[in-house]
């Protein structure tokens, strides 16, 4: 009785063992993809910016009353999409071609 029950101890320990290799090995694989997935918006929001696409550049934001942004340039902030982008679709006829070609803007 007592080899049929350390026998059964050891099948759950192994099997615990394995289950948490494999949730170890998910999440390491996970990390990896919310990296990824980080960095492939980064670089639509770079694109949909360098291509001066207003409607490409919302599209990663809230579109709910909810957004709230903070710019260093005054207004300091804008309470909502529609003053967000109010604020993007004028900000091409606001600025030279000499601040667009500024290194701070080289992503």
Known sequence: MRSAIKRTG???GIALAVIA?????????SAKSDKQQI???????IKATNAKNVD????????SDRL???DAIPPLEYSGP???RKNLEGLWP?????FW???IWRL
Not at 22 to 29: R, V
Not at 94 to 98: N, Q, S
């Open 101 to 103: 070609s500024s290194p």
């Open 82 to 84: 529609q003053a967000w």
């Open 21 to 29: 290799a494999g949730a170890i090995a998910l999440n390491a694989d």
């Open 68 to 70: 709230i942004i903070f």
């Open 39 to 45: 960095i492939d918006l980064e670089n639509g929001l």
């Open 56 to 63: 490409g550049m919302m599209s990663y934001y809230d579109s």
């Open 94 to 98: 606001r600025t030279t071609p000499e």
């Open 10 to 12: 050891l099948v759950v």
